[in-house]
């Protein structure tokens, strides 16, 4: 044990240093403060129905009347507790408290990676440092994306283990891969994995190429198996969470559409809108912010202060500085590019990226060329709309790719490659400095071409067009709301010049921090420094350069008292109002907020409202063409809608309207009309009364067997037991009749039952549930029960003990293998 803690202690060192940093990063951590994220809050009010039931029966409910009428739960929040890679996450949040894990989580894979490449110590820790602190990392934390950021934390060590296993390590290589990708899996966020695999095919292709070139095919074939296998592994222990989630997925607005396409008679293509999934695509000149962080603006807002040109013209104006500043905040954009808005820059590091470039100029490891392949690739694609020749190709062709949006996330791939390239430039340097021809003139040149793009943009912010391809649109806006012709183009100066000073004051920020690398490389290629010093420095700049650019996102302000946490969506009048109401399950519509793109409703009451990337696609289809010129009561009557919440116009307060004409949980018709198709459904409920009628696909005719429905004279239908997973119903009746639940339709996984006797479930209404029911009193039973669940949850167990099996062999053959040599 003595000798292991001395032959690893340099190792142990930097992780101890890795362990202060983030305790100092997240000091309000500590202090038994938390992050009060955006999207946090949305999930709190998505998940409040899930953690009150399985507080309340100790079991996690499989669906939720929480948000859009209902959805499963497991696109929500499940415990997956047969999945081995569910425990390991907690474990380590008991002493690193989230957010401050992710960043833990970011250094030790980063780490992981740098040792794989042999780079020495703490030249690797540099490397960890330049990955973790990529300022897109601390958004996502900053926002509640979580899961995104723990599946981004995941990557480093999972392209380790691919790099690896190609290097001749059979067992850990393998081994190490199905253990994080089964964590990165389980972190739940598929584009980020998705976008992953994209990098990891172009670096298997590099891998064939060279196997082919070098005569080693066998050893390519053998080193890709056992990958298969650790990846198979992965994919078996998230077996629950993905499989539900693909059959889920066909139903949803990432699938395909029902509605027939008007312009060319086809069905909607699989997937998503590309005009939808191309909303957040990067400019192809904001690729500058990797260099120069606030080339294009920052963040659209908060960013002016009592300094700021906008704040100084308002305040001489007479405006108080507080609502000055809230003005400026607010109707003033700083950021100007072509994102409908962001929370800040895809910045790399200053000196990175010049250690990228020279990198590129003299690597000999042949991962150069994937780097290179890659990031190219990637960037490429995050342009979206902007470079359609590549983006379309991958949208219309490449399996799945057109199931994800905001493209600009796969932006991710450079920001752990570039960092690589980076650190194997320096590595370069100091392993074979003397052996590379014209090193100086390789490095002067590369610094000279980076830092002098950052003096032109320092001296000249002018050549940055500081402005988006709709600004006349903005500044007609913004002449409506103020009123004055005059003050608006003096507010348009004024934010042109903040833009200007920011372009101009981070172009020299970058300058220095390029001029400074240059510098100690320079000294050190000159024999002018040591190797130690030089690290020391080039480690110092990039950690001061990246940890005060994520400080401008993520700092002791964004923390709150956990308090405010534990309470994150504030009961008002109006909900307490509501909540007088006894009823079992009637739906609430919250206006004051766009409903559809909102859960704190949902924390509340059961919203027909609610915020989810991935809808049904009826239901997305009926907000598309039943909603589309404002509300529409028949819909809000058949999916038992009792109260609306709205602004009162007069005092901005709210107030709710109880709609007396809501249906309730299930109602009689006295007519079943069958029309032939999707289109057909969607046009007859445009002009149908939903008390009265039903509207059915005539390709679910044969549901309704040889029955005749009746009129429901003297019937009567009522809840008296619910649960999101069982929802139970009496009724009388005198003769066969038909019944429409107010219950979103979804046949992959509902069962009904009639006095504990299977019947089909017809879909009704385009998206709701029917029954054809016989005369007589009986009891009505729904219970969803996804066989799809059941199986994966079993695979999830077996998979997880074959995992963690062969990682105790792993360790058992290395420890044997060790003695051996001892």
Known sequence: ????????????????????????????????????????????????EIFDFREKDGNTPLWTNS?????????????????????????????????????LLFLLGGYFLFSVLKIRPWLAAIGAVALAFSSYNFMYIEAGHISKAYAISYMAPIIGAVILTYRGSRLWGPAILALFLALELRANHIQITYYLFIALLVLVGFELYYAIRDKKLKNFAQASAMQLVGVAIAVLVNASVLFPTYEYSKLTIRGKSNITKAENGDKGAHGLDKEYAYAWSQGIGETITFLIPDAYGGKTSGLLDENSNVVKTLTKLGMPQAEALQFANGATPTYWGEKSFT?????????????????????????????????????????????????????????????????????????????????????????????????DKKVLYTGGIVAGICLIVAILPSILALRTSNH???????????????????????????????????????????????????????????????????????????????????????????????????????DQLIHMDKDLSYRVLDLTTNPFQDASASYFHKSLGG????????????????????????????????????????????????????????????????VKGSNAEMDAMKTFDPKKEAIVNEGLKDQFGNASIGQPTNADIKLVSYHPDTMRYEYSA???????????????????????????????????????????????????????????????????????????????????HRKKKA
Do not use: C
Not at 387 to 392: A, G, K, N, T, V
Not at 665 to 673: I, P, Y
Not at 785 to 806: E, R
């Open 1 to 48: 044990m003595k000798n292991w803690f001395k032959e690893n202690q340099t190792h142990l060192l930097i992780i101890g240093i890795f362990l202060l940093l983030v305790v100092f990063y997240f000091t309000p951590v500590w202090q038994g403060k938390t992050l009060l994220q955006s999207d946090v809050m949305q999930a709190r009010g998505s998940q409040k």
């Open 67 to 103: 948000m859009f009428g209902g959805m499963p739960t497991y696109q929500i929040w499940y415990d997956h507790a047969n999945n081995v890679a569910s425990y390991i996450g907690p474990a380590i949040r008991k002493v690193f408290p989230p957010p401050a894990d992710a960043l």
């Open 343 to 439: 929370q800040g820059t895809w910045y790399f590091g200053a000196g990175i990226i010049f250690l990228f470039i020279l990198g590129l100029v003299i690597v000999k490891d042949r991962l150069k060329w994937w780097i290179l392949g890659a990031t190219l690739l990637t960037i490429f694609l995050s342009f979206g709309r902007h470079f359609p020749l590549i983006s379309d190709l991958f949208f219309d062709y490449f399996p799945m790719y057109n199931k994800f949006r905001a493209v600009e996330s796969i932006l991710v791939i450079p920001s752990v490659l570039i960092p690589m390239l980076a650190i194997l430039a320096i590595n370069e340097i100091i392993t074979r400095g003397s052996e590379i021809k014209d090193l």
């Open 472 to 574: 006349q649109e903005y500044v007609a806006q913004l002449q409506q709301h103020i009123g004055d012709q005059a003050l608006t183009t003096e507010l348009v100066n004024s934010l042109i010049a903040d833009r200007t000073d920011m372009a101009s004051k981070d172009a020299w920020r970058s300058f220095f921090i390029v001029a400074l690398t240059f510098g100690f490389i320079w000294l050190y290629i000159k024999k002018k420094t040591t190797v130690a010093v030089m690290l020391a420095a080039i480690g110092v700049i990039t950690l001061v350069d990246l940890w005060s650019l994520d400080k401008r996102y993520l700092n002791n302000d964004s923390f709150v008292d956990k308090s405010i946490y534990d309470r994150p969506i504030q009961e008002r009048e109006v």
């Open 611 to 674: 915020y989810h990337a991935a809808k049904l696609m009826r239901f997305q289809e009926v907000l598309e063409n039943l909603f589309d010129s404002g509300i529409n009561e028949d819909v809000l009557d058949m999916m038992n809608v009792r109260y609306l919440i709205a602004k009162n116009p007069q005092n901005d307060s709210d107030n709710i309207q109880r709609r007396s004409s809501a249906l309730g949980n299930a109602w009689f018709v006295s007519n079943v009309k069958f």
């Open 734 to 816: 005198p003769n066969q009749v038909f019944a429409v639940f107010s219950e979103i339709f979804y046949d992959k996984g509902w069962k009904a039952f009639v006095d504990g006797e299977e019947v089909p479930i017809i879909r009704t209404n385009y998206l709701l549930r029917g029954l054809s029911l016989p005369g007589g009193n009986h009891k009505v039973e729904f219970v969803f029960a996804p066989v799809s669940m059941k199986i994966s949850n079993t695979i999830s167990l077996i998979a997880s003990i074959i995992l963690v099996l062969g990682f105790g062999f792993a360790i058992y053959l290395s420890l044997k």
